[in-house]
């Protein structure tokens, strides 16, 4: 399977979209491939896929093969365990994957709907022009798909993140790391109430402000151990665990293994996508 990943070229565009992802396969041969959880949201777009997608307290997959649908899209993300994807036959696939909240700046559209629509990308993108989807995926060359994929995002950029919201990611970005540091903290900051914080997270983010601490911890951690900056015992007390079976059960958690399994399973593609990938 060959993956892709490019960067946006627009200045502006770069605030919310940290990449665009193209996966392309020809072959019948079966692959499966994990990630993790992470703050982004990813918006795929499947062109003659059928894409049967299982996220429950005990599961987090996705099984894709041929469909007759000229399209489907959905997104992914606000995980809490990896996400497994099993792939089966021939594959087209384009991926957004939005920076956390820039969603926001497209579409005011309730986060309950969009995550269980599989024409998500149409309901956003596409209501004045239904050919959108047939333009991009005509171009076999992913950065032209990528330059045609700006331009519609570019167009749709309408609306502005509430002042509070920016502020509680600046200080997120900003304290994390801090061992005082959490929900009741980052609402003092913002002199604002924790039912309120909760509301700004779950209307603009999706998810709620606690869990969102929580997968930046992880991917803070990942990141330590990847980059091998320091062993494991240092990486966990930097990232607040001060209890070494709390710092592996969470690490198990949100990716299945403990951090030392980790590190011989998992690979990094261009410095952005995290993750396991197999042939079967």
């Not at 997608?53 to 099984?63: G, L």
């Amino acid at each position: 399977m060959k993956s892709v990943i490019i960067k946006p070229k627009n200045e502006l565009l770069k605030k919310y979209v940290q990449y665009f992802l193209f996966f392309k396969k020809s072959d019948n041969q079966s692959l499966n491939y994990t990630t993790f959880p992470n703050n982004n949201l990813c918006l795929a777009i499947y062109k003659h896929s059928a894409v049967r997608y299982i996220n429950d307290s005990k599961t987090n997959s996705c099984s894709i093969t041929e469909g007759n649908k000229n399209f489907t899209s959905r997104f992914y993300g606000f995980h809490k365990m990896p996400f497994n994807v099993n792939i089966n036959g021939s594959l087209d696939q384009v991926c957004i994957i939005f920076y956390p909240s820039a969603l926001r700046a497209f579409t005011k559209d309730s986060y309950a709907d969009l995550m269980t629509s599989d024409s998500a990308f149409e309901e956003i993108f596409t209501h004045k022009n239904s050919f959108t989807l047939e333009q991009i995926f005509e171009q076999d060359d992913f950065t032209k798909r990528a330059a045609q994929l700006e331009l519609l995002l570019l167009k749709n950029l309408k609306n502005e993140l509430p002042e509070k919201l920016r502020e509680a990611l600046h200080y997120i970005s900003k304290y994390s790391h801090n061992e005082n540091f959490n929900i009741e903290t980052l609402s003092k900051k913002l002199e604002i109430s924790d039912t309120t914080l909760f509301r700004l997270f779950k209307n603009h983010l999706g998810q709620n402000a606690k869990s969102y601490l929580k997968t930046i911890r992880f991917r803070n951690t990942l990141d330590g151990i990847l980059n091998q900056q320091n062993n494991l015992t240092t990486i966990a007390h930097f990232n607040q665990y001060y209890d070494q079976a709390h710092f592996i059960n969470d690490f198990k958690t949100f990716s299945g293994y403990s951090p030392k399994q980790l590190i011989d399973k998992v690979s990094v593609q261009q410095n952005d996508l995290t993750w396991i990938y197999n042939k079967k």
